[in-house]
Nanobody, 121 residues
Framework: QVQLVESGGGLVQAGGSLRLSCAAS????????MGWYRQAPGKQRELVAA???????NYAGFVEGRFTISRDTAKNTVFLRMNSLKPEDSAVYYC???????????????WGQGTQVTVSS
């Protein structure tokens, strides 16, 4: 059973910072891309940032240099450092990972349970 467990969400004032973490556990062969998505009430889930196994990163336009995604490959963990937070960043943040269960299998898509980020004005 593969699981993604997130931590680090919470309540912060506008302009503040938070660091999200997501660790993958269970039995698997490898992890390809890991990323963070968010979903605000009444809106669709959207990509925030992603990082490949080789370390290449991709950010949504609204990040505007405020967020940094990184990963610890040895610990199967991905991080999202969020600075200069705005009220519009408030959402449930979900971890995502493309995980290959066996060396010969196609990567499956896994999601964490989500962590709430609330930014007050």
């Amino acid at each position: 059973q593969v699981q993604l467990v997130e931590s680090g969400g919470g309540l912060v004032q506008a302009g503040g910072s938070l660091r999200l973490s997501c660790a993958a556990s269970g039995s698997f062969f490898s992890i390809n891309t890991m990323g963070w998505y968010r979903q605000a009430p009444g809106k669709q889930r959207e990509l925030v940032a992603a990082i490949t196994s080789g370390g290449s990163t991709n950010y949504a336009g609204f990040v505007e240099g405020r967020f940094t995604i990184s990963r610890d490959t040895a610990k199967n963990t991905v991080f999202l450092r969020m600075n200069s937070l705005k009220p519009e960043d408030s959402a449930v943040y979900y971890c995502n990972a493309q995980i290959r269960r066996r060396s010969f299998s196609v990567p499956d898509n896994y999601w964490g349970q989500g962590t709430q980020v609330t930014v007050s004005s």
